[in-house]
């Protein structure tokens, strides 16, 4: 019997592709999105509506997921967005959100599917978080912090859930030619005069990350082997430099940390960028 795949975030950018990449492979591929009806018609998979910040949307969606299927084989936590911007800078409450959807979102959606896996005895959770949940470099601290909350929250939970034969696993990619950095909230409000100068370069280190960001082919292959891998590994960094990068992170941490600091004072300089929040 085909696998069942349901992959949050599935209406457009990286988890589009995801689901269209799956579906095509043959899966029974399981989309959401914010707003579905939008998309009626122009994807190949089922799309329900869900908005993983509200309590109500996900108990809504859990109750037309089972009415829709009764088999749920693979869960994808892809849904989620990027704050920007000076740590001491951003607002609270923007910085209260990033967590409510890149952190509890996914920990509520997770939950609200884990008595099905726990039932059936197998399952397998896989989240797309990011490379920044195992490094921290500037302007992006609230996302940065939000990841290795995600890291930390599924590298717990994978023990409790070994008993019912439920394999969880993290995909941690470096910069990708996704949505994630046009679809970015900044915070760059310029309030604090002495940032002035580095707000200027950490945002140009920032755009320039996205600018050269690799085609998210690879990022699609990893998942596609996880779930076709009986013992899926929990950490799965992809993309290039990332093992170099975690190497001197752990062994020769002076010169990770000169290369980050180098890479925002050498970063082409830019005018501070804004950007609309857009979440599938």
């Given amino acids: 019997m085909k696998k069942t795949?349901?992959?949050?975030?599935?209406?457009?950018?990286?988890?589009?592709?995801?689901?269209?990449?799956?579906?095509?492979?043959?899966?029974?591929?399981?989309?959401?999105?914010?707003e579905p009806e939008k998309y009626a018609g122009k994807v190949p998979f089922k799309l329900l509506q869900l908005n993983i910040d509200d309590d109500n949307s996900i108990k809504s969606f859990t109750?037309?997921?089972?009415?829709?299927?009764?088999?749920?084989?693979?869960?994808?936590?892809n849904a989620g967005y990027m704050?920007?911007?000076?740590?001491?800078?951003?607002?609270?409450?923007?910085g209260r959100q990033q967590f409510e959807t890149n952190f509890w979102g996914t920990v509520k959606v997770t939950n609200a599917l884990l008595p099905h896996f726990r039932a059936q005895k197998y399952g397998q959770i896989i989240t797309v978080s990011s490379i920044v949940g195992l490094i921290g470099p500037p302007n992006l601290s609230y996302y940065t912090a939000s990841k290795?909350?995600?890291?930390?929250?599924?590298?717990?939970?994978?023990?409790?859930?070994d008993q019912f034969n439920i394999k969880v696993s993290m995909v941690e990619?470096?910069?990708?030619?996704?949505?994630?950095g046009s679809h970015a909230v900044s915070a760059a409000n310029g309030s604090?005069?002495?940032?002035?100068?580095?707000?200027?370069?950490?945002?140009?280190?920032t755009q320039k990350g996205i600018d050269e960001a690799e085609a998210p082919d690879a990022v699609v292959?990893?998942?596609t082997?996880?779930?076709?891998?009986?013992?899926?590994?929990?950490?799965?960094?992809?993309?290039?430099?990332?093992?170099?990068?975690?190497?001197l992170q752990s062994y020769a941490p002076k010169i990770f940390e000169g290369s980050i600091l180098k890479s925002v004072k050498t970063a082409p300089k830019a005018t501070d960028r804004k950007c609309l929040k857009i979440r599938s």
Avoid at 8 to 26: I, P, Y
Avoid at 66 to 71: D, I, S, V
Avoid at 83 to 94: K, S
Avoid at 173 to 180: A, G, R, S
């Fill in 173 to 180: 990619p470096v910069w990708f030619k996704t949505n994630l």
């Fill in 148 to 161: 290795h909350a995600v890291q930390g929250y599924f590298k717990s939970l994978r023990f409790e859930l």
């Fill in 221 to 223: 292959n990893t998942i």
């Fill in 63 to 77: 109750d037309e997921l089972f009415r829709y299927t009764k088999q749920l084989d693979v869960l994808v936590n």
């Fill in 225 to 247: 082997a996880l779930i076709g891998t009986k013992e899926p590994k929990f950490s799965n960094p992809v993309g290039k430099m990332t093992g170099m990068i975690l190497f």
């Fill in 83 to 94: 704050v920007t911007g000076i740590a001491e800078e951003t607002p609270m409450d923007l």
């Fill in 5 to 34: 795949i349901l992959i949050t975030g599935a209406s457009s950018g990286f988890g589009l592709m995801l689901a269209k990449n799956l579906h095509e492979q043959g899966f029974n591929v399981i989309g959401t999105s914010r």
């Fill in 192 to 205: 604090i005069a002495d940032y002035n100068a580095y707000r200027q370069q950490a945002n140009a280190a």
